[in-house]
């Protein structure tokens, strides 16, 4: 009996244990979680690329601008200080900002513009993502110089889904032009004209070897032999998707959008506009110096793009001929604020570098192949039934104008673009948030069209002009809070087709199919990925084609769904869905912070 009873009390007390340390387990990693406080101060700055000298805008002085770091469930606190002569608002591309409109920063939907002068602090968690994300400017065409890259590493002490890479590299793609691009925009919106293309791409903010004037300052990604390094790709690019290549090596995509993929070897990377990949490389080439190179995807016919050729050098340690570069364990990125290192010599000290094969510029079968090689890791449970649903057409438009300087669009219209025949328009004298949680009248309709006002052959090269003319709006669509949305985005051949990378703010989504021509659903729904669909929060809607995304509306607020190529975005190529609250307490908006900045004329 004795023995008995003490077994018995043995087994309790190991159940105390057991529960003790599960307790423990679930306590300790978000004990561990961290604020971060960084200070960006908007500025101008001198900077000189192409032979030119020019003042840019940039975040503390730095192009591209700091890096942020941090681990899963840390929390971020931004001030943002304004010393610019533009109103500026920034953005955190990816993070769901659960609950916190608040934060996410796009002008005039979520926040008014932080004026000249003054300053916003950003506060939001990081739970649950965690992988390559970035921030920008969300105001005119700040982003084009005022962005970095945002890092969210597993939480302390959780290791990566992959073998842990010896080194991390950020790789930041992005445009240049040789002019303000606020002008650039301004001269756009006064003419109705398209904007004028960017004058280079750039890798790590220099063009590289093949451009005037740049290679003494080419990026170096400094790598040993027999290594496995991770290259975090983000496309800061304006306009242009961006295929990218590294000679002599074979990537591993490992993630994409912050969401960790089914791993896949590939030896070109299609990036979007506002989207990221993870790739893992291994140095086992014969050491020596290759090109990582990155040129533009160019999908509609007929339009003009930058035809230029961006390059960095993958530098072997030790390579023949080659001078000594770091190799830190973070010899990519800079100290706390994450500058990508210069390369302190001339990129063409040592052996010429390697080519990388580099798909056409219109090559749409390499396109395709990489964005459908993208698969989550494992199965997942896919939301439904669907509960709301959004068909929305996609494309340009022409508003016709009188003859004169400001009708110099095609045929003497003024460019724009339209989501389901509506061009989307901001407010100025409120932002929708504020409007939507305050319950401000007039700033707003909620009558966003859930299908096509007109049926036609969407993707047609003849779309008659009676339909090329969309209207303006600021035109939201009200979803239920619970809701499972599914959107169907679907291209057309108005003025050109061409692929558009759609953002969806506060959200990712699963991308259940894409495809071709015109959607229908009786025939494309048994295309649908059940199984294994990757996670975005931002999809290349294939161009002259369609795609299907669907998610929880778990998120309330107004979030902004956009073209991430800004001369779309501009010409008015968005809406913007109203979350509405749930009923149960941390289902609604969270209060507006003391210091969100105020609108004025």
């Given at each position: 009996?004795?023995?008995?009873m003490?077994?018995r009390?043995f087994t309790?007390?190991?159940?105390c244990?057991?529960?003790?340390?599960?307790l423990?387990s679930f306590?300790?990693?978000n004990?561990?979680?961290?604020?971060?406080f960084?200070e960006f101060?908007v500025?101008e700055?001198?900077?000189?690329r192409l032979?030119q000298?020019?003042?840019?805008?940039?975040v503390?002085?730095?192009?591209p601008g700091?890096?942020?770091e941090?681990n899963?469930?840390?929390?971020l606190?931004?001030?943002?200080v304004?010393?610019?002569?533009?109103?500026?608002?920034?953005?955190w591309?990816g993070?769901?900002q659960l609950?916190n409109?608040?934060?996410?920063?796009?002008?005039?939907v979520t926040?008014c513009?932080?004026?000249?002068?003054s300053?916003?602090?950003?506060?939001?968690t990081t739970?649950?993502q965690?992988?390559?994300?970035?921030?920008?400017?969300h105001?005119?065409?700040?982003?084009?110089?005022v962005h970095?890259?945002l890092?969210?590493?597993?939480k302390r002490g959780l290791?990566y889904?992959?073998?842990k890479?010896?080194?991390?590299?950020p790789?930041l793609?992005a445009?240049?032009?040789?002019?303000d691009p606020?002008s650039?925009?301004r001269?756009s919106m006064i003419?109705?004209?398209?904007p004028?293309i960017?004058?280079?791409?750039?890798?790590?903010g220099q063009?590289?070897d093949?451009?005037?004037?740049?290679s003494?300052?080419?990026?170096i990604?400094?790598v040993?032999?027999?290594?496995?390094?991770?290259?975090?790709?983000?496309n800061a690019?304006?306009n242009?998707?961006?295929?990218?290549?590294?000679?002599?090596?074979?990537?591993?995509?490992v993630a994409a959008?912050a969401q960790y993929?089914?791993?896949?070897?590939t030896?070109v990377?299609?990036v979007g506009?506002?989207q990221?990949t993870?790739?893992?490389?291994t140095?086992?080439a014969?050491p020596?110096r290759?090109y990582?190179?990155?040129?533009?995807?160019?999908?509609?016919q007929?339009?003009?793009?930058?035809n230029?050729t961006?390059?960095?050098?993958f530098?072997?340690?030790n390579?023949?001929?080659?001078?000594?570069?770091?190799t830190?364990?973070n010899?990519g990125?800079?100290?706390p604020?994450?500058?990508p290192?210069?390369?302190g010599h001339?990129?063409?000290t040592g052996p010429?570098?390697?080519?990388?094969?580099m798909?056409?510029?219109?090559?749409?079968?390499?396109?395709t192949m990489?964005?459908?090689s993208i698969r989550?890791?494992?199965p997942v449970k896919v939301?439904g039934?669907?509960?709301?649903?959004?068909f929305t057409?996609?494309g340009?438009?022409l508003?016709?104008?009188?003859?004169g300087?400001?009708c110099?669009?095609?045929?003497?219209?003024?460019?724009g673009?339209s989501?389901n025949n509506?061009?989307?328009q901001?407010?100025?004298t409120?932002?929708l948030?504020?409007a939507h949680y305050?319950?401000i009248?007039?700033v707003?309709t909620?009558?966003?069209?859930?299908?096509?006002?007109?049926i036609?052959?969407f993707?047609?090269?003849?779309?008659?002009?009676?339909l090329?003319q969309?209207?303006k709006?600021t035109r939201l669509?009200r979803?239920?809070?619970?809701?499972v949305?599914?959107?169907?985005f679907q291209?057309?051949?108005?003025?050109?087709?061409?692929?558009?990378?759609?953002h969806?703010h506060g959200?990712?989504?699963?991308?259940?199919?894409?495809?071709?021509?015109?959607?229908?659903?009786r025939?494309d729904?048994?295309?649908?990925?059940m199984v294994?669909p990757?996670?975005?929060?931002?999809i290349?809607v294939p161009?002259?084609?369609?795609?299907?995304?669907?998610?929880?509306?778990?998120n309330?607020?107004v979030w902004?769904?956009?073209?991430h190529?800004?001369?779309?975005?501009?010409?008015g190529?968005?809406?913007?869905l109203?979350?509405e609250d749930?009923?149960a307490?941390l289902?609604?908006?969270?209060?507006?912070?003391?210091d969100?900045?105020?609108c004025?004329?």
């Amino acid at each position: 009996m004795q023995a008995t009873m003490a077994t018995r009390g043995f087994t309790r007390l190991c159940r105390c244990c057991l529960s003790a340390l599960a307790l423990l387990s679930f306590i300790i990693p978000n004990t561990l979680a961290e604020e971060r406080f960084y200070e960006f101060v908007v500025q101008e700055t001198v900077v000189k690329r192409l032979c030119q000298t020019n003042k840019i805008i940039t975040v503390n002085g730095q192009f591209p601008g700091p890096t942020i770091e941090v681990n899963s469930g840390d929390t971020l606190v931004i001030r943002a200080v304004n010393m610019a002569q533009y109103n500026v608002t920034l953005h955190w591309h990816g993070l769901r900002q659960l609950r916190n409109g608040w934060a996410d920063g796009p002008e005039f939907v979520t926040q008014c513009p932080i004026r000249p002068g003054s300053s916003y602090t950003y506060r939001y968690t990081t739970e649950g993502q965690e992988g390559t994300l970035w921030w920008h400017a969300h105001s005119s065409w700040l982003r084009a110089t005022v962005h970095g890259a945002l890092i969210i590493h597993p939480k302390r002490g959780l290791p990566y889904p992959f073998p842990k890479p010896a080194k991390e590299f950020p790789v930041l793609l992005a445009e240049w032009w040789r002019r303000d691009p606020i002008s650039v925009i301004r001269q756009s919106m006064i003419t109705g004209a398209p904007p004028n293309i960017s004058d280079t791409i750039l890798i790590n903010g220099q063009p590289g070897d093949f451009l005037p004037c740049s290679s003494h300052e080419t990026s170096i990604i400094p790598v040993v032999a027999g290594e496995t390094n991770l290259l975090r790709i983000m496309n800061a690019a304006m306009n242009s998707e961006l295929f990218v290549s590294l000679a002599g090596h074979k990537m591993t995509v490992v993630a994409a959008d912050a969401q960790y993929t089914k791993p896949f070897d590939t030896n070109v990377v299609l990036v979007g506009p506002g989207q990221t990949t993870d790739v893992l490389v291994t140095a086992n080439a014969a050491p020596g110096r290759y090109y990582l190179a990155a040129r533009v995807y160019a999908s509609a016919q007929g339009v003009p793009f930058d035809n230029t050729t961006a390059t960095a050098i993958f530098q072997y340690k030790n390579a023949p001929g080659c001078v000594e570069t770091s190799t830190g364990a973070n010899a990519g990125f800079n100290g706390p604020q994450g500058r990508p290192r210069s390369s302190g010599h001339p990129g063409r000290t040592g052996p010429a570098p390697m080519l990388p094969y580099m798909p056409a510029n219109n090559d749409t079968n390499a396109a395709t192949m990489f964005s459908n090689s993208i698969r989550s890791p494992g199965p997942v449970k896919v939301p439904g039934p669907v509960t709301q649903e959004v068909f929305t057409t996609i494309g340009f438009g022409l508003f016709n104008c009188r003859p004169g300087p400001f009708c110099q669009g095609p045929n003497n219209t003024r460019f724009g673009a339209s989501m389901n025949n509506v061009s989307f328009q901001l407010p100025n004298t409120v932002s929708l948030l504020q409007a939507h949680y305050h319950r401000i009248p007039g700033v707003f309709t909620e009558d966003f069209p859930a299908f096509p006002p007109v049926i036609f052959d969407f993707t047609s090269q003849n779309v008659p002009r009676a339909l090329w003319q969309p209207m303006k709006g600021t035109r939201l669509y009200r979803v239920k809070f619970g809701a499972v949305v599914q959107i169907v985005f679907q291209d057309t051949g108005i003025f050109a087709a061409e692929e558009h990378p759609m953002h969806i703010h506060g959200y990712h989504f699963y991308v259940l199919a894409t495809g071709f021509g015109n959607y229908n659903p009786r025939r494309d729904e048994a295309k649908f990925n059940m199984v294994d669909p990757p996670s975005r929060n931002t999809i290349g809607v294939p161009v002259g084609g369609w795609a299907v995304v669907r998610f929880v509306a778990d998120n309330p607020g107004v979030w902004l769904v956009h073209c991430h190529i800004d001369a779309h975005l501009t010409g008015g190529l968005a809406m913007a869905l109203v979350v509405e609250d749930g009923k149960a307490e941390l289902e609604s908006t969270v209060p507006p912070p003391l210091d969100l900045p105020m609108c004025g004329l």
